[in-house]
């Protein structure tokens, strides 16, 4: 009984971490992506950037986000955050069965 319980503080220490590192890259991959090109074409502004850069990444989080591509942003992340849970969550599982 004392082997399990000394396991739960590691198990939510693995499944915080997957949900932190499973939002937290996507949205800085894109949201550094996003912010680099609009840095850019506000900097030297070529218009070329914007166009071809910018706006479809904002068309693609607006479609997740109801519009809004801030909002879209961030349900990527809670989407991949609760997939990186998942996972991790099965991972755990298999070992347990194996020893």
Sequence with gaps: MQARMSLLPNLL???FLAALFGFLLPV???GGLWGILGLVNWLS???IVHQIG???IVQFLSV???GHAVR???VI???CSAVGVLLDSYTLYR???RG
Aim: charged share 5%.
């Design 13 to 15: 220490q693995s499944i």
């Design 64 to 66: 997740f986000g109801s």
């Design 28 to 30: 800085l991959v894109l």
């Design 72 to 74: 879209g942003l961030i």
């Design 95 to 97: 070992q347990s069965l």
């Design 54 to 56: 910018v706006e479809p």
């Design 77 to 79: 992340g809670l989407a």
């Design 45 to 47: 502004g070529w218009a």
